[in-house]
């Protein structure tokens, strides 16, 4: 009973990694960019949903309004950073020398920005962990035996029609169309009438409102945030991304379940230490054996854009 | 000199010959971003060696060198089919499962790290890095640093005129895996401690940035990029409250001006690597850095721009 408990909870972990590895593939699968700043994004979020709060805002509401607005703030401000990233790191794509290394420049713009977001979020708020004043983590529903933290069935709940609503948008409407067109061949899209520079940002977009909203649902499970927080998920988040297969959307999220599983195991049977080496051998042996994933294709990464 | 300035010089050493072992990987076109990983390997065999039988420092950092060169081959061999993206996670996944069982290792001292009884001068990190230096140069100016640059630049042209693009990318970046390695020792006796948590996926980013930053198509670029970026963060130690009582004076604040907080070292260090990405991609020192004073043939600058 005891590890079918520890599966529901890895089920349960595993959906906020499927949120932000949603948004690593997007990026990579479209863009062919691995964007660092993903997990600071989901700590600005949470950081900045947790200030918001903390100082009042938004003015004056009673209890039960204030913490959902003070998130949904959070995620503006985190759709706001991405469109700042977007402006200097994808827009230098394009280099005049055109050598093997050039794709590291928007993946290495996009590392100075995450030490510049993180450390402008640790000036301002310090270091430590904070407490969220949301909803109490506590509420508990019991089936047959199983607890079920009632915020993290939602936070499930919340991540379906994410992944289903993202699915949807990708396959039927007319921005989905641009972008898969753009994922397939850059060049051919913009001869087809797909304005390059107003349908990139659109990824971006999303990825900032993915991040926040990840963000937001763990500050309101964990009731904790701090500016080291993307940190962790970050890195599981990209496991997850890799084990499903790069730039692809059911991949990563099959990948952040089984990450999620993989993780409340080893807690289970091997203790908390040894996860950092199991994730990442999974993902170092899949790379190995398997580098286009469970679900990817092998046309990722051979230079787009 | 002041124990301040000997612990620079030393750390600045040890970050040269990092820098080196991931420029040799960088040079073929591979981003390592595992270098903590590698100079985790180094530094860990020469401290159990040094703490439990007792080898002296020269045997220690040799053998960290080729433990980390040897693994470095190990994984080279199956994870450079990978390319792109895939490369940078694959090494990215190595460094961290290297920090995950070395975390988990009983004999390794786990999170407590181990102590490392020999000490070295600040001399032997010094000779270290210029020797790295002239080894790096040296090799970049035969054939088969030509062989590294025609990979770089075009692997498929290389692979049509006859070089080994496989042979040369490997053993690039296991010879980069032994430097890390040796950094790894050397930092390991120069610093009498070695403990998982300073070898981080930080430790990895920082030292990628220093050889991209300071440009990876001559062998001064990662001279340049680790001197810059690790003398940088130190000057801006005292700028930093100097340029804050300047700002608060201007703006007519009196008294007591507490100094900024650490972390805008690491926010100013973050925007440049942005301008830089924005301004010169290519890094501080390019090719086209020393063929400034040389004559070209006015023949031959036409031609140049049609390529482009």
Redesign the interface.
Same mark, same amino acid.
């Given at each position: 009973m005891l590890l079918i408990q520890q599966v529901v909870n890895g089920l349960m972990l595993g959906s906020v990694y499927v949120t932000v590895a949603v948004a690593f593939t997007l990026t990579?699968g479209i863009l /062919?960019f $691995?964007n660092f700043t993903i997990p600071t994004l989901f700590m600005l979020a949470a950081m900045m949903g947790w200030s918001f709060a903390a100082w009042g805002l938004p003015f004056g509401l009673t209890e039960p309004l204030a913490w959902p607005l003070a998130l949904a703030l959070g995620v503006a401000v985190a759709i706001a950073a991405s469109l700042v990233v977007e402006r200097?790191?994808f827009r230098?794509l394009r *280099?005049?020398?055109g050598?093997? *290394? %050039?794709?590291?420049?928007? $993946?290495?713009?996009s =590392?100075?920005? =995450? $030490?510049?977001l %993180? /450390? !402008?979020v640790?000036?301002g708020y310090g270091s430590d962990a904070q407490r969220f004043p949301g909803p109490s983590a506590d509420l508990t529903l019991s089936v047959g035996g199983l607890f079920f933290r009632i915020p993290q069935v939602i936070s499930l709940v919340v991540v379906a029609l994410i992944v289903l609503g993202l699915a949807w948008m990708m396959k039927s409407s007319r921005i989905g169309r641009g972008l898969r067109a753009i994922a397939e061949n850059p060049d051919a899209a913009g001869i087809l009438g797909v304005d390059t520079r107003r349908v990139v940002p659109v990824v971006f977009m999303l990825t900032g409102l993915l991040c926040g909203l990840a963000g937001s649902l763990f500050a309101v499970n964990y009731g904790e945030v701090s500016p080291q927080m993307g %940190?962790d998920i970050g890195?599981k988040a #990209?496991?997850g991304m890799?084990l499903g297969g !790069?730039g692809s959307l059911w991949g990563a999220v099959a990948g952040g379940i089984v990450i999620g599983l993989i993780e409340m195991l080893t807690i289970h049977f091997f203790g908390a230490?040894?996860?950092?080496?199991?994730v990442?051998?999974a993902? $170092?042996l899949t !790379?190995?054996i398997r580098?286009q994933g469970l679900f990817g294709h092998n046309a #990722?990464?051979?230079?787009k854009l | 000199m002041s124990g301040y300035w000997t612990g620079i010089v030393t750390i600045l050493a040890i970050n040269v010959v990092f820098a080196y072992g991931i420029y040799l990987a960088v040079a073929t076109g591979q981003l390592n971003l595992g270098g903590a990983g590698f100079q985790a390997l180094g530094a860990y065999a020469a401290a159990w060696l040094c703490f439990e039988l007792d080898w002296s420092p020269a045997w220690t950092i040799a053998a960290g060198t080729v433990v980390a060169g040897v693994i470095g081959m190990g994984i080279a061999i199956p994870i450079l089919r990978l390319k792109g993206v895939y490369l940078v996670l694959g090494t990215f996944a190595f460094a961290e499962v290297v920090a995950g069982l070395i975390l988990n290792s009983e004999t390794l001292g786990g999170a407590m790290g181990l102590p490392v009884p020999a000490y070295i001068e600040w001399q032997v990190p010094v000779a270290a890095a210029v020797a790295c230096a002239l080894l790096v140069f040296y090799l970049m100016a035969t054939r088969f640093g030509l062989a590294v640059r025609s990979v770089h630049d075009d692997d498929v042209v290389a692979d049509l005129m006859g070089v080994n693009v496989r042979g040369v990318r490997v053993a690039a970046f296991a010879l980069g895996a032994a430097l890390a390695g040796l950094s790894g020792g050397l930092y390991a006796h120069a610093f009498s401690y070695v403990e998982i948590q300073g070898f981080n996926a930080s430790l990895s980013i920082y030292v990628l940035l220093y050889v991209l930053l300071g440009g990876a198509q001559t062998a001064w670029g990662p001279l340049v990029g680790a001197a810059f970026f690790t003398l940088l963060p130190e000057a801006m130690r005292s700028f930093l409250p100097a340029a804050k009582e300047a700002i608060w004076t201007a703006f007519g604040v009196t008294g007591d001006i507490s100094p900024p907080d650490e972390s805008w070292r690491f926010v100013v260090l973050g925007a440049a690597v942005i301008a830089m990405m924005v301004f010169r991609p290519e890094g501080l020192v390019t090719r086209d850095t020393f063929a400034f004073p040389r004559r070209r043939s006015p023949a031959a600058a036409p031609t140049r721009e049609a390529a482009e």
């Open positions: 990579i /062919n $691995l200097f790191t230098y *280099t005049k020398h050598d093997s *290394t %050039e794709h590291a420049i928007p $993946l290495v713009s =590392l100075g920005f =995450l $030490l510049v %993180e /450390n !402008l640790r000036i %940190e890195s #990209i496991a890799v !790069l230490d040894t996860v950092q080496a199991t990442w051998g993902l $170092l !790379l190995m580098p #990722i990464g051979k230079g | -």
